[in-house]
Structures are given as structure tokens and as C-alpha cells.
């Protein structure tokens, strides 16, 4: 089956590691709690325009398959968020998923995308 156009291919590799502030650092510990609680290959966390976070873990079913970067946005935007203002995505890739970047970028074209390892060592940073 073809690759829709609406969802990149590309997989997005983060700059160098930045030290996190406060709140983007909760976010890490968000996603990696998402992840862990159920086993999941990603855990991901977002904050919206009012500071309020979302996370999620990978969805893996015979009839939907959902990155955790692109359910935590879509809980966002169920809850009413219009913007984000940051995002993590905690995962065993050293690259972002498209769909997952994809999906923050259409609530927000400069909003940075952490990426960590399992452990919570951040990776390095999305930023375009």
C-alpha cells in the first residue's frame, strides 16, 4: 500500500543534546512512564499553549497503528489544544518517525521535538 502524502517518509535526525529546562525535562519523565507502563516501543509526551501535557505509547493493533508522538497529539487536540508548545518522544530509534513530526508540526511549525533514549538520555532536539 502506498504511503499517503499527507504523512512524510522522512525521518527527521535530532541536533545535538541541549540540556532541558524544567518543563520539557517533565515531559521525559511523562513518556517514558507512558512507555514503560505497557510495554510499548515509544513513549511520548506533549505540552499544549496552556501548559497542560498529554502523553501516550505506541499503538500496535491488526486495524490501527498510531506512533506515540501522533496519539499524544491527537489526545491534545481532543482536549482542545490549538498549539504545542513542546514534545518528546522517548524511543529506541536514534531518528524521529515522520508521521510523529508530522503530526506536531501541524499544531506548531517551531516547537521544539526531544528526542530520548529509554533511559531518558535525550538524544537531541527537532527543531525544523
Do not use: F, N
Not at 504523512?7 to 517514558?32: I, M, T, Y
Not at 500496535?60 to 482542545?80: D, I, K
Amino acid at each position: 500500500m502506498p504511503e499517503s502524502s499527507a504523512v512524510p517518509a522522512a525521518r527527521p535526525a535530532p541536533s545535538a543534546p541541549v540540556e532541558l529546562g524544567a518543563e520539557d525535562a517533565k515531559l521525559v519523565v511523562l513518556a517514558r512512564g507512558a512507555r514503560a507502563r505497557v510495554g510499548a516501543v515509544e513513549g511520548a509526551a506533549v505540552r499544549d499553549q496552556d501548559g497542560r501535557t498529554y502523553a501516550a505509547a505506541s499503538v500496535a493493533l491488526p486495524s490501527l497503528a498510531l506512533t506515540a508522538l501522533q496519539l499524544a497529539v491527537a489526545s491534545a487536540v481532543a482536549a482542545g489544544a490549538t498549539r504545542l508548545e513542546a514534545a518528546v518522544v522517548v524511543t529506541e530509534a536514534s531518528t524521529l518517525d515522520g508521521a510523529g513530526h508530522a503530526a506536531v508540526r501541524d499544531l506548531a511549525a517551531d516547537a521544539p521535538i526531544h528526542v530520548a533514549a529509554p533511559d531518558g538520555t535525550v538524544l537531541g532536539t527537532v527543531a525544523e
